[in-house]
Each structure stands twice: as structure tokens, then as C-alpha cells.
């Protein structure tokens, strides 16, 4: 009986050293995951900052889904704040010369109709706008900024809407967006 009982306890002691050589390859196992999890998380917070860093709006510093591009000088912005910037600039100059403009053009807000009037009419002949960020003269509409839609869009579904997105504007849907602010057929200085 005793034979039985030493090679029952050789047959454990084995099975307690495979046990233990098993618990190693998982603790080492484990440790693995956890830096690739470590590594994964630092990864989507690269990403994250490269995202909002390349759709942040250079006026507002929100995230702007949709950018646009000032030609001119290549500062982007979202185009809420460029439309208002552009808008107070054109209000700017209707009020400057309040003397030559009649009173129901200087109403807000300036339509397509209003702009083209001002212009028919005589009333302004060159439209003064500049960039919001560094001052340059802006003489062509800004340029939706496409290059980075999809990555955009595969990283927002991926990592949740960014922080501070700046909310879509319903002028956004028209064909023309400047319409109201740049006239084709004038000259800008």
C-alpha cells in the first residue's frame, strides 16, 4: 500500500509542477495583454489628439467636422465662425458708409438679394475682408477642406464624437455657402 500511496503522490507532485508551469504561462500571458492594452490606450489617445488637433478651428478652437480653408494664407476654420467673421466685416462696411446706403439695405441680415443690390447699386464696389487668425486680405471664397473626411469619420465611430464639436450650421447644405458673402462678380481687396 504504500508503493500506491508514493507513486499517488509522485502523480500529484507532477500534476502541482504542471500546474504551476501553467500558472507562469499565464501570469506571463496576462502581463503580455496588459502592456498591449497599455500600448492599445496610448495609441487611441495619439490618435484622438491627432484628430482634434487636425480638425480644430483656428477661431474658435472647437472641432469643427466640416473645414474650410482661407486660400490666401491657409488658415482653417469651421464655417460658423468664418461666416460670422465675414458677416461682420461686411456689416462693418455697409455701416461705414451709412450715407450713401439706404436704411432697408443696411437691415440685417444680408441676403444673396441684399449683397447683389449693394453691388448693382453702386453702393460698394470692392469687399474688404481679411483673415480672422493673421489679418491677410482674403479675395476668394474659402475652400471646404475634404482630405481628411474619411479618416474623420472611421475615427469618430470608432472613438466617440470628439470634445467641443462644433455644431453644423444649416447654411452648410446649400450649393453655394458664400453666396451672401462673396459675389462673383465683384473684385475683393
Known amino acids: 500500500m504504500a508503493a500506491f500511496f508514493k507513486k499517488e503522490v509522485k502523480k500529484s507532485h507532477l500534476e502541482l509542477t504542471k500546474l504551476r ?7 506571463k500571458a496576462l502581463c503580455r495583454a496588459r502592456a498591449m492594452q497599455e500600448d492599445l490606450k496610448a495609441t487611441v489617445q495619439q490618435i484622438t489628439a491627432a484628430r482634434d488637433a487636425v ?8 472641432c469643427a467636422a466640416r473645414q474650410f480653408i ?15 467673421w465675414f458677416h461682420a466685416s461686411l456689416r462693418e462696411q455697409i ?9 432697408y439695405l443696411r437691415r440685417r441680415p444680408v441676403t444673396v438679394e441684399t449683397l447683389t443690390e449693394l453691388y448693382d447699386g453702386g453702393y460698394l464696389d470692392v469687399v474688404l475682408c481679411d ?32 470634445k467641443g464639436r462644433v455644431v453644423n450650421d444649416p447654411h452648410l447644405s446649400d450649393l ?3 453666396k451672401d458673402l462673396f459675389h462673383d462678380e465683384i473684385q475683393y481687396v
Open 176 to 178: 453655394d455657402l458664400w
Open 131 to 162: 483673415c480672422p487668425v493673421c489679418e491677410e486680405p482674403v479675395r476668394m471664397k474659402p475652400t471646404e477642406v475634404n482630405k481628411f473626411s474619411d479618416f474623420f469619420e472611421v475615427a469618430n465611430d470608432v472613438l466617440g464624437q470628439p
Open 70 to 84: 482661407l486660400v490666401e494664407c491657409g488658415h482653417v476654420s469651421c464655417y460658423g465662425c468664418l461666416r460670422n
Open 55 to 62: 480638425a480644430r478651428c483656428d477661431i474658435c478652437k472647437g
Open 95 to 103: 455701416n461705414t458708409d451709412s450715407t450713401i446706403i439706404p436704411e
Open 21 to 27: 508551469i501553467a500558472k507562469k504561462r499565464a501570469e
